[in-house]
């Protein structure tokens, strides 16, 4: 089956969080279909804002129009795995975003592109990349 999920319309703050409150825990499975994050004053994906989030990417298209978070705030975890399919970040990727923040990016598969990325953007941050397969682009 092929879905399609467009988050904002561009007026707005269009953030998505998977995994928002301190304590919470949250996942996104996607694979087939678009998810696409549009453009606003804040159009951003973040995995793990305060609390644990992952997001696994095994087929379709995810399009971010501004930043990926993985781990925003000092309590939070946040994962994305990509096995398939294709993401395009139209800004920056951040990885472990402040102290005590943990963002791991594991990709072996489909194709990732960014404008940037930035891992452990803090002191205390702990951010990882693993690429073992697909295509990365930044």
Request: glycine fraction near 18%.
């Amino acid at each position: 089956n092929n879905a399609t999920i467009n988050v904002g319309d561009g007026s707005g703050d269009t953030d998505f969080y998977v995994g928002r409150v301190a304590g919470s825990a949250g996942m996104v499975n996607q694979s087939n279909g678009t998810v696409t994050i549009t453009a606003g004053s804040a159009s951003h994906l973040r995995v793990g804002d305060s609390g644990y989030g992952t997001y696994n990417l095994s087929g379709g298209v995810l399009s971010i129009a501004d930043h990926l978070f993985l781990a925003d705030q000092g309590t939070s975890t946040g994962r994305v795995y990509v096995t398939g399919g294709t993401m395009a970040i139209h800004d920056t990727l951040f990885l472990g975003y402040n102290s005590g923040s943990i963002g791991l990016f594991q990709m072996t598969g489909g194709s990732c592109t960014a404008d940037a990325a930035q891992v452990s953007i803090v002191s205390g941050a702990n951010g990882l990349m693993a690429l073992s397969g697909g295509s990365m682009s930044v």
